[in-house]
T-cell receptor, first 113, second 108 residues
């Protein structure tokens, strides 16, 4: 596609439920990041995928968070047993790799009630 | 990831005034990227600096990479209301990490 697509754009869920967030990167982009941004805050690194290499999961805040990237394209971020502190905007970004700029999606705003 | 500190955290200017944000690291950076995030929007890539002492310009924006590659700056000449947003520096090392950003407001 022309840009990075994220879905859903908004998600309201009850505490304790699982949620799945989707990121469709630009075609051919091998590098993909997930970040989390709370209101008025910076970007918190969650996970990084680069080609067929093992992902860098060092930013995932707990074992309730997991992510996968199938076929080197679409990525899903799953949060199990959501908590109120998980409420934030989840941003996905992709790049051709190497020293290239990243294109961000519009994000998924997650609200846990 | 490589850690950077951005200053100031907030900057309020009158339209037409200049604005500068600084990005500092305690370690040598291989490169640095700059992004702009408008209120309610997502970060947008502005530029990447790679060489020591590099200076790049985009209209009223001037980006610099220090000689020691430990700091970088973004300078906006004669700010406009369209410049409002948060400016992030982001070194690209083993991963892309973001500074805390400088939030710019411009009073018309």
């Amino acid at each position: 596609g022309a840009g990075v697509s994220q879905s859903p754009s908004n998600k309201v869920t009850e505490k304790g439920k699982d949620v799945e967030l989707r990121c469709d990167p630009i075609s051919g982009h091998t590098a993909l990041y997930w970040y989390r941004q709370s209101l008025g805050q910076g970007l918190e690194f969650l996970i990084y995928f680069q080609g067929n290499s093992a992902p860098d999961k060092s930013g995932l805040p707990s074992d309730r968070f997991s992510a996968e990237r199938t076929g080197g394209s679409v990525s899903t971020l799953t949060i199990q047993r959501t908590q109120q502190e998980d409420s934030a905007v989840y941003l996905c970004a992709s790049s051709p790799g190497g020293y290239e700029g990243y294109t961000f999606g519009s994000g998924t705003r997650l609200t846990v009630v | 990831g490589q850690q950077v500190m951005q200053i100031p955290q907030y900057q309020h200017v009158q339209e037409g005034e200049d604005f500068t944000t600084y990005c500092n690291s305690s370690t040598t950076l291989s490169n640095i990227q700059w992004y702009k995030q408008r209120p309610g929007g997502h970060p947008v890539f502005l530029i990447q600096l790679v060489k020591s002492g590099e200076v790049k310009k985009q209209k009223r924006l001037t980006f610099q990479f220090g000689e020691a590659k430990k700091n970088s700056s973004l300078h906006i000449t004669a700010t406009q209301t369209t410049d409002v947003g948060t400016y992030f520096c982001a070194p690209l090392g083993s991963r892309l990490t973001f500074g805390e950003g400088t939030q710019l407001t411009v009073n018309p």
